[in-house]
């Protein structure tokens, strides 16, 4: 039978180039987000984080946006370079009620830098 | 600091035996773990939840008989998959945290092979 929907969306860029991922957020009661990078076979590596009350976040190479209204998340990386290549997952938490401690991740973005 | 392992990294067992992934939390204690699994080209599912010292909390639709987690110590928890069938094979991801609602600190992942 045919898989049904499971396509990861996928982002190609030159190496030097800015890439933008993108990401929409499911609870409008969340708080809190994080940016995932992993590596095949790997668990996921830490990158930014942001809080609801802030709508942008820089660090370094990267940059986070939240626009709280359409609950949209993006995540910048400037200069992107081949280490790069990778999946990229938000995630968010802070749903409220007894389930504001856990991570809910986004379907993922693949990101593949040409050298 | 922060880091968590787990054991072992990659597994393959017959249908029908039973298999136990461990996760540490190396250089913290961890009053909370979770367990994540994680199907190709699809993102991180929470299966269930593991405080040190108390039965895990799982989510819908996962099978507490099936996947049986033990939280005995701030720095180990283990999650077996009982009488497991070609369709429990997957990523497994644990995460630790200080306390439920810090911040997750994610293993490398343990691969499940079930033929």
């Known amino acids: 039978g045919e898989s049904v929907g499971l396509h990861l969306p996928t982002l190609s860029v030159q190496e030097g180039d800015n890439s933008i991922i993108n990401c929409a957020y499911s609870n409008s009661a969340s708080d809190y987000f994080i940016w995932y990078k992993q590596e095949s076979g790997k668990g996921p590596q830490f990158i930014i984080d942001?809080?609801?009350?802030?709508d942008k976040r820089q660090g370094q190479r990267v940059t986070v946006l939240l626009n709280k209204t359409v609950k949209h998340l993006s995540l910048q990386i400037a200069a992107t370079q081949p280490g790069d290549s990778a999946v990229y997952f938000c995630?968010?938490?802070?749903?409220?009620?007894?389930?504001?401690?856990?991570?809910?991740f986004g379907k993922g973005t693949l990101l593949t830098v040409n050298p | 600091g922060a880091v968590v392992s787990q054991h072992p990294s990659w597994v393959i067992c017959k249908s029908g035996t039973s298999v136990k992934i461990e996760c540490r939390s190396l250089d913290f204690q961890a009053t909370t773990m979770f367990w994540y699994r994680q199907f190709p080209k699809q993102s991180l599912m929470l299966m269930a939840t593991?405080?040190?010292?108390?039965?895990?909390?799982?989510e819908q639709g996962v099978e507490k008989d099936k996947f049986l987690i033990n939280h005995a110590s701030l720095t180990l928890s283990t999650l077996t998959v009982t009488s497991a069938h070609p369709e429990d094979s997957s990523f497994y991801i644990c995460?630790?945290?200080?306390?439920?609602?810090?911040?997750?600190?994610f293993g490398p992942g343990t691969r499940l092979t079930v033929l």
């Open positions: 593991s405080n040190e010292g108390s039965k895990a909390t799982y």
């Open positions: 995460s630790a945290s200080r306390t439920s609602h810090n911040e997750q600190f």
């Open positions: 995630a968010e938490k802070g749903g409220g009620g007894g389930s504001n401690y856990k991570l809910t």
């Open positions: 942001i809080r609801s009350n802030m």
